[in-house]
């Protein structure tokens, strides 16, 4: 059974940073692209961003081009979201999410979803 755990979460002063770690297994994790998606409270799900199973391509959305960054390590079958200056509108648990060997960014094409994982940013 394919399991997603993200880890990393957690409170942080506005202009603080995290890393996000997102474990897979039981899936071929060099042929998944691999997504993060956030929700807040009372708002839509927001695709934060992907990358590609090779790490070829990476997308991250306007709201956190410039302060997040996505990566991945293919020999642990973990993908990071490294956050920087972050912002109270940060806040949302954040879901790492897999789809097999398509690139798209759009969060109903992807196969498998985490838990999710708290991020709360204070003023």
């Known amino acids: 059974q394919v399991q997603l755990v993200e880890s990393g979460g957690g409170l942080v002063q506005a202009g603080g940073s995290l890393r996000l770690s997102c474990a897979a297994s039981?899936?071929?994790?060099?042929?998944?692209?691999m997504g993060w998606v956030r929700q807040a409270p009372e708002k839509e799900r927001e695709f934060v961003a992907a990358?590609?199973?090779?790490?070829?391509?990476?997308y991250h959305a306007d709201a956190v081009k410039g302060r997040f960054t996505i990566s991945r390590d293919n020999s642990k079958n973990t993908v990071y979201l490294t956050m920087n200056s972050l912002k109270p509108e940060d806040t949302a648990v954040y879901y790492c999410?897999?789809?097999?060997?398509?690139?798209?960014?759009?969060?109903?094409?992807?196969?498998?979803w985490g838990q999710g994982t708290q991020v709360t940013v204070s003023s």
């Open positions: 999410a897999a789809v097999y060997r398509r690139w798209t960014v759009i969060e109903n094409e992807y196969d498998y």
């Open positions: 039981e899936l071929t994790f060099s042929t998944y692209t």
């Open positions: 990358i590609k199973w090779d790490a070829t391509s990476r």
